[in-house]
């Protein structure tokens, strides 16, 4: 590039580059907006004041889970299934503090994230979960996943099947984002994994431009186009060219 600082940074689409872009941010003193992001430090003004976020926040996704579960009538006995890294446990104090305040029931188990996403491994540490939500007779699951499909739902769709939780009695709710590709959708053709998904329920947020059969009819998604329709990131890139 030309050596010259950025004006912004704009859509950063995961939690890790944003928090690690939300430094680089910092230290040039230029606003960070990321287009998907949940963890919170990626918008604390302590942590990195320059940055922000246009995608609901742990504790906006947290109340939506809890109107769902209220209008299921799912009121008690709540089992929260979370990976053991800095996010999941923000998810967990944000939605159990909430079934806290309306005294409900709940039981949280975290399970370990294996770096290089081992189906063994990974199938493996979700029976023990699974088992020890089972043996406390909860019925209602949600999991909270880093990383949904397919690199841990598959293995969990083997460990559920494997500890008989596939016949009907227990409800399971996804809690995160969701890409679905075409390679991601012929992996959720797997039989087991069907089972599984057959009855259960996905929570997650979703654009507002997905509603429109125009993206530019909605007033966010044009925001970030000229009249010539050229996106934000060009109009960024022609302040500061990049090669």
């Not at 030309?2 to 995961?14: D, K, L, R, S, V």
């Not at 075409?182 to 994994?193: A, D, G």
Request: net charge negative; glycine share 4%; charged share 20%.
């Amino acid at each position: 590039n030309t050596g010259q600082i950025p004006c912004a940074i704009a859509g950063p689409f995961e939690d890790q580059p944003s928090l690690e872009l939300g430094a680089l941010a910092s230290a040039y003193e230029i606003p960070l907006v990321a287009a998907r992001a949940y963890n919170n430090r990626v918008s604390s003004q302590k942590v990195h004041p320059y940055s922000n976020q246009v995608f609901p926040d742990l504790q906006a996704s947290s109340e939506a889970l809890l109107s769902f579960l209220l209008h299921l009538e799912r009121t008690d006995f709540i089992s929260f299934v979370y990976p053991a890294t800095d996010t999941g446990s923000q998810q967990r104090e944000a939605f159990t503090f909430l079934l806290e305040q309306n005294q409900m029931h709940w039981f949280a188990i975290p399970y370990q994230v294996p770096v290089d996403h081992d189906f063994v491994i990974l199938r493996e540490t979700m029976k023990t979960v699974l088992q020890k939500v089972k043996d406390q007779g909860y019925r209602t699951l949600v999991f909270s996943m880093d990383d949904p499909v397919p690199e841990h739902l598959i293995p969990l769709a083997y460990a559920a099947a494997e500890v008989g939780m596939v016949n009907g009695d227990y409800l399971f709710i996804w809690l995160g984002h969701f890409d679905f590709g075409p390679s991601v959708e012929s992996k959720l053709q797997i039989p087991v994994v069907r089972d599984l998904l057959d009855g259960s329920a996905w929570l997650a947020s979703g654009e507002k431009y997905f509603l429109y059969d125009d993206p530019f009819d909605d007033p966010f998604y044009s925001a970030w186009v000229n009249n010539s329709n050229t996106t934000f990131v060009d109009r960024l890139n022609q302040v500061n060219p990049v090669k």
